[in-house]
């Protein structure tokens, strides 16, 4: 798959200005083919997962791909409805809502994933066996990675935990509730297939009881690669190795079940670059800093994760590589490379910061009174402005002004 060129970026960033973020669409239909492909000889669905990026016109490719939503707030199930989704589309997995957010879901018709026992017993008391709903299970399997991202293990607030079955049939079956699925989601980072299976296996079991399933729904936890070297989870693998494993599961479930998943930064991650401007370069007398017109504000991955962004300088690619300390310009830490070796950077050359497609407009915010860049789609070779540059207006706009204060 042929990446974004620095000539088709610069352009991008001469027009729109910087910082900016920039998409490249046939980037996330070559990976959703990609994971889709990788299963063979299963009726696999995908649902992406949209908390990744939910710009409209992203969701509106996807959609045409054929995919559904995997959504995790009342909020993103309407932005999903906006960009034209069916609600029988969206699947809406909340954690720690209220029973009246659940509710507005039900009214809106899109499908329920439920991960508490409390809930499930409000959910069967309000509605019997007249709305189906699908049930989030915890295999308690690591899955790796730094512990934000890992939401299996024990202590985890995700899910229902697989050891606490008895108790959720018990509540089935006393409300009649029409459990159409089951669904794990083990963590954001899978880094084999056998952990991948081993938790399938523990789902595999859980199912046997439940008879009128409709589909089994094993999250996400694709991983891709941030840097060379990086192990990215095998998908050709991990798909024919879990396509077996379904079939076989199928067969003594006695029915052919639907098989979902749910990727947000497998999809769109690597389409995405967010190109900043070099403000300035600082020396200590221990490092070089290049200080630019962005940070923890537009990419907080750095800083939350220890996630690790390749940096290049695509004003210079051909220049003499030195080590540089990539910093923002926000009142924190705000580190967003540490020790890179980078082509010659100047004042005023553009850097590309690479996966800024997933989690990072999404996860951005206006710390500092900073404003949002502007994000750009690059598809059949147009550019495309697909949100403006927030100006101060918008982050004042609620604010209320008391007279005589
Ligand atoms: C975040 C999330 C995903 C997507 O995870 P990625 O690592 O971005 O693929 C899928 N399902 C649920 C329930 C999630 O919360």
Same mark, same amino acid.
């Given at each position: 798959m042929k990446d974004l060129t620095p000539t088709q970026l610069l352009k991008a960033s001469k027009e729109f200005g910087s910082p900016i973020y920039v998409y490249h669409g046939e980037r996330i239909e070559f990976q959703y083919h990609r994971l889709k492909n990788a299963f063979n000889g299963v009726n696999v669905h995908l649902h992406y997962a949209m908390k990744a990026l939910n710009n409209v016109n992203i969701l509106r490719i996807i959609k045409k791909l054929g995919s559904g939503l995997d959504a995790v707030s009342i909020e993103e199930v309407h932005l999903g409805l906006r960009a034209g989704f069916e609600a029988n589309q969206i699947m809406y997995t909340p954690n720690c809502v209220s029973f009246e957010e659940i509710k507005e879901a039900v009214a809106l018709g899109v499908i329920i994933n439920i991960d508490n026992i409390s809930i499930l017993d409000q959910f069967g008391h309000e509605y019997g066996n007249t709305v189906p709903c699908c049930i989030r299970l915890n295999p308690h399997i690591m899955a790796g990675g730094h512990s934000n991202i890992s939401?299996?293990?024990?202590?985890?607030?995700?899910? @229902?935990?697989?050891?606490?079955m008895r108790h959720v049939q018990r509540v089935v079956e006393t409300h009649k509730i029409h459990v159409n699925g089951l669904h794990m989601?083990?963590?954001?980072?899978?880094?084999?297939a056998e952990v991948f299976l081993r938790g399938a296996e523990l789902l595999f079991e859980a199912a046997?009881?439940?008879?009128?399933?409709e589909f089994m729904d094993f999250g996400s936890g694709f991983k891709v690669g941030y840097k060379t070297g990086d192990i990215v989870t095998d998908i050709e693998e991990i798909g024919a190795k879990i396509s077996v494993a379904f079939t076989d599961f199928c067969k003594a479930y006695g029915k052919d079940l639907a098989l979902w998943f749910e990727p947000g930064k497998f999809i769109v991650s690597e389409s995405g670059s967010l190109l900043v401007t070099a403000n300035v370069i600082k020396t200590t007398t221990s490092t070089v800093f290049v200080g630019v017109n962005s940070g923890q504000n537009h990419l907080i991955r750095p800083m939350f994760y220890d996630a690790y962004h390749h940096i290049e300088n695509i004003s210079n690619p051909s220049g003499t590589p030195r080590l540089y300390s990539v910093v923002g310009y @926000?009142?924190? +830490?705000? +580190?967003?490379?540490?020790?890179r070796q980078i082509p010659e950077v100047r004042e005023g050359d553009i850097l590309r910061i690479k996966n800024?497609?997933?989690?990072a407009f999404s996860m951005s915010n206006n710390y500092n009174a900073r404003l949002r860049p502007a994000e750009v789609l690059c598809y059949k070779g147009e550019l495309h402005l697909i949100r403006k540059a927030e100006t101060l207006e918008d982050i004042i706009k609620n604010e209320i002004e008391v007279i005589g204060l």
């Open positions: 939401v299996g293990h024990i202590d985890s607030k995700f899910g @229902i935990s697989i050891h606490q989601h083990t963590g954001s980072d899978i880094l084999d046997m009881p439940f008879k009128d399933l @926000i009142c924190e +830490t705000d +580190t967003l490379g540490y020790d800024a497609g997933a989690y």
